[in-house]
């Protein structure tokens, strides 16, 4: 995986290109409060925050809730989008999280765990943030457990170029089982339609998911000109749902 530097590419673009409707958001919102304890408040991080697309609605749900994101410039996209008291953003990575141990009733991770570098230590520092019993709740993409979205086999390679990005799920339980932790859950949740098919052509465009980084410029022209040609036949039809997979761990 060619790992994707935020403070030089993708951070003007991202919050567009990766905005969820607030149905879409309210959905995971509640895939989340179905799997952690329903005393409130609860404090939570939200590692690898990027843009704050879910920081906000995590401390209106549930308590104060800190962004931990290593982009400088997407942590300023996120402060300036976000009024919420309960909102705080701080430098920082999975293999490095700038707060006191166990300080968290659960972490988020959504779509940052192929990010991470140093994936042994990441595992190690949720442990130490969580208070026992925390919740991780991690939304992950695995290659044998993976939503493929309806516009990825335009790409030539698209479909190895994507699996490449990621571990198969029971890689990564048992990176976790093995450092003391439990699942609790796996599950997929289907999200609400994410608009037209226009609708997500135009967000493609802005190239803000890690797979397009994968790609020679030819394997981009080529699939964004298949892709066009498709949305073409119906443009106004509502794009497939997808069912996208949460994995549940609780510290041990």
Same mark, same amino acid.
């Given at each position: 995986?060619?790992?994707?530097?935020?403070? @030089?590419?993708?951070?003007?673009?991202?919050?567009?290109? /990766?905005?969820? %409707?607030?149905?879409? /958001?309210?959905?995971?919102?509640?895939?989340?409060?179905?799997?952690?304890?329903?005393?409130?408040?609860?404090?939570?991080?939200?590692?690898?925050?990027?843009?704050? /697309?879910?920081?906000?609605?995590?401390?209106? &749900?549930?308590?104060?809730?800190?962004?931990?994101?290593?982009?400088?410039?997407? /942590?300023?996209?996120?402060?300036?989008?976000?009024?919420?008291?309960?909102?705080?953003?701080?430098?920082?990575?999975?293999?490095?999280?700038?707060?006191?141990?166990?300080?968290?009733?659960?972490?988020?991770?959504?779509? %940052?765990?192929?990010?991470?570098?140093? *994936?042994?230590?990441?595992?190690?520092?949720?442990?130490?943030?969580? *208070?026992?019993?925390?919740?991780?709740?991690?939304?992950?993409? $695995?290659?044998?457990?993976? #939503?493929? #979205?309806?516009?990825?086999?335009? $790409?030539?390679?698209?479909?190895?170029?994507?699996?490449?990005? $990621?571990?198969?799920?029971?890689?990564?339980?048992?990176?976790? @089982? %093995? &450092?003391?932790?439990?699942? @609790?859950?796996?599950?997929?949740?289907?999200? #609400? %339609?994410?608009?037209?098919?226009?609708?997500?052509?135009?967000?493609?465009?802005?190239?803000?998911?890690?797979f397009f980084a994968q790609l020679s410029p030819g394997q981009l022209e080529a699939g964004f000109r298949r892709l066009e040609q498709a949305v073409a036949a119906d443009p106004g039809a509502p794009a497939p749902v997808l069912a996208e997979p949460?994995?549940?761990?609780?510290?041990?």
């Amino acid at each position: 995986m060619r790992r994707i530097v935020y403070d @030089t590419e993708q951070y003007q673009d991202y919050a567009r290109g /990766r905005a969820l %409707s607030e149905q879409q /958001r309210q959905t995971w919102i509640n895939a989340f409060a179905a799997v952690l304890p329903e005393r409130r408040p609860l404090a939570g991080l939200d590692v690898g925050s990027g843009t704050g /697309r879910f920081t906000p609605a995590l401390a209106r &749900a549930f308590g104060p809730a800190t962004g931990v994101e290593p982009s400088v410039r997407m /942590r300023e996209i996120a402060q300036a989008q976000s009024a919420h008291p309960g909102v705080r953003y701080l430098a920082g990575a999975a293999e490095d999280i700038p707060v006191p141990s166990g300080s968290a009733d659960y972490v988020l991770m959504f779509l %940052s765990w192929h990010h991470v570098q140093d *994936k042994p230590r990441a595992v190690g520092e949720l442990a130490r943030v969580l *208070k026992p019993a925390g919740r991780l709740l991690l939304r992950a993409n $695995f290659c044998d457990h993976h #939503p493929r #979205p309806w516009w990825l086999e335009h $790409f030539p390679g698209g479909l190895a170029a994507d699996a490449a990005l $990621f571990q198969p799920l029971h890689e990564v339980i048992a990176m976790f @089982t %093995s &450092a003391g932790w439990h699942v @609790t859950s796996f599950g997929t949740i289907t999200e #609400p %339609s994410p608009g037209t098919y226009s609708d997500v052509l135009e967000r493609l465009r802005l190239r803000t998911l890690s797979f397009f980084a994968q790609l020679s410029p030819g394997q981009l022209e080529a699939g964004f000109r298949r892709l066009e040609q498709a949305v073409a036949a119906d443009p106004g039809a509502p794009a497939p749902v997808l069912a996208e997979p949460l994995l549940t761990l609780e510290r041990g």
